[in-house]
Nanobody, 115 residues
Framework: QVQLVESGGGLVQAGGSLRLSCAAS????????MNWYRQPPGKQREWVAG???????NYADSVKGRFVVSRENAKNTLYLQMNSLKPEDTAVYYC?????????WGQGTQVTVSS
């Protein structure tokens, strides 16, 4: 069973930065695409950014130019560097990963941006 554990969330002022991590364990098979999602208070979960094993990245328009997604394949770890944070970035952030056996979600980490 693959386990994903996010960390790095917290409270930050608008304009500040945070770096989220997501460590995958328990997988015998290579992790393919890894993605970050977020769920703002009272809203549906939305996709934020993704990265392939080869390092190709994609971003939601709302975070493009401010967030940077990266990964360390050897450690099965995903990162999200979040810069120039805005109050509307406040959400629970989740990582999602997949291998040949299925798709997995982490438990989420809270990011709160104060104005």
């Amino acid at each position: 069973q693959v386990q994903l554990v996010e960390s790095g969330g917290g409270l930050v002022q608008a304009g500040g930065s945070l770096r989220l991590s997501c460590a995958a364990s328990g997988t015998r098979f290579s992790i393919s695409a890894m993605n970050w999602y977020r769920q703002p208070p009272g809203k549906q979960r939305e996709w934020v950014a993704g990265i392939t094993p080869g390092g190709s990245t994609n971003y939601a328009d709302s975070v493009k130019g401010r967030f940077v997604v990266s990964r360390e394949n050897a450690k099965n770890t995903l990162y999200l560097q979040m810069n120039s944070l805005k109050p509307e970035d406040t959400a629970v952030y989740y990582c999602k990963a997949a291998n040949v056996l299925g798709t997995y979600w982490g438990q989420g980490t809270q990011v709160t941006v104060s104005s």
